[in-house]
C-alpha cells in the first residue's frame, strides 16, 4: 500500500504571498490531520478532515484553511504569508475508526522570504 | 505550562547502549500515548501505540505509560546507529483529535 504523499515537497515564497499544500492519504484513509512543525514549537496541529467536513481546528489564525475532496485528498491553504510561516507542514492520515492510528507524510518544506 | 514536555537532548550514546526517552504530561484525560521517530528531512513514523496505562514490547523497542504519574517512556536496547534520530512523543484523549506532541529528543548513536 502506498503511504501518504505530499506535493510539493519544497517551496520558496515571500511575504504577502499565498500557497497552497496537496495531500493524498493512504487509500482507503477518510481522515486527514494537518501539522505544521517548527524548531521552536515543534508539531503543532492545524486542523483534521474527516469526509469532507472539518471535524477539529487547532489554534491557528484564520489565513491557515483547508479542504478536503471526495477521494479523501486534501488541501492546506495559507494567505498572507508571514515570514514565521517558514515551517515544514505535515499531513497524517488515519481510518477515522476506534484506533485511529496517524501516519505521516514527509511534509512540504515552506520557505517565506 | 506546555501540555507534554520532553526534553530536547542532545542523547549521544555508544552502540549497544539501553536508551531511556521520557515525557510527562499534565491532562489525565489523556488516553492514548505514542512514540513517533522522525529522521532528518522525513516525516514522523509511529513505532508505538498505547491505550492507557501498562507496558507494551515490539522487537527492540519497549514503551510505558504510567497514568498515576503521567509519565511516558521508551526504551531502545541494544541501541544501533540507525537509532539515531529525533523521538517525538504524542498524547491525545480519544482517537480521532488531535495529537499533542512533545518537542522531540535527540538521540545519536556512535558506533
Known amino acids: 500500500k502506498a503511504g501518504v504523499t505530499q506535493t510539493p515537497r519544497y517551496l520558496i515564497k515571500t511575504r504577502g504571498q499565498q500557497v497552497t499544500l496537496s495531500c493524498s492519504p493512504i487509500?482507503?484513509?477518510?481522515?486527514v490531520s494537518w501539522y505544521q512543525q517548527t524548531p521552536g514549537q515543534g508539531l503543532q496541529f492545524l486542523f483534521e478532515?474527516?469526509?469532507?467536513?472539518?471535524?477539529n481546528k487547532g489554534n491557528f489564525p484564520g489565513r491557515f484553511s483547508g479542504r478536503q475532496f471526495s477521494n479523501s485528498r486534501s488541501e492546506m491553504n495559507v494567505s498572507t504569508l508571514e515570514l514565521g510561516d517558514s515551517a515544514l507542514y505535515l499531513c497524517?492520515?488515519?481510518?477515522?475508526?476506534?484506533?485511529?492510528?496517524?501516519?505521516f507524510g514527509p511534509g512540504t518544506r515552506l520557505t517565506v522570504l | 505550562q506546555k501540555e507534554v514536555e520532553q526534553d530536547p537532548g542532545p542523547l549521544s550514546v555508544p552502540e549497544g547502549a539501553i536508551v531511556s526517552l521520557n515525557c510527562t504530561y499534565s491532562?489525565?484525560?489523556?488516553?492514548?500515548f505514542m512514540w513517533y521517530r522522525q529522521y532528518s528531512r522525513k516525516g514522523p513514523e509511529l513505532l508505538m501505540y498505547?491505550?492507557?496505562?501498562g507496558n507494551k514490547e515490539d522487537g527492540r523497542f519497549t514503551a510505558q505509560v504510567d497514568k498515576s504519574s503521567k509519565y511516558i517512556s521508551l526504551f531502545i536496547r541494544d541501541s544501533q546507529p540507525s537509532d539515531s534520530a529525533t523521538y517525538l512523543c504524542?498524547?491525545?484523549?480519544?482517537?480521532?483529535?488531535?495529537?499533542?506532541f512533545g518537542k522531540g529528543t535527540t538521540l545519536s548513536v556512535s558506533s
Open positions: 478532515y474527516f469526509s469532507e467536513t472539518q471535524r
Open positions: 498505547t491505550y492507557s496505562s
Open positions: 504524542a498524547t491525545t484523549r480519544k482517537a480521532g483529535t488531535a495529537l499533542i
Open positions: 491532562n489525565s484525560a489523556f488516553q492514548y
Open positions: 497524517a492520515s488515519s481510518s477515522g475508526g476506534t484506533t485511529d492510528t496517524q501516519y
Open positions: 487509500s482507503g484513509h477518510r481522515s
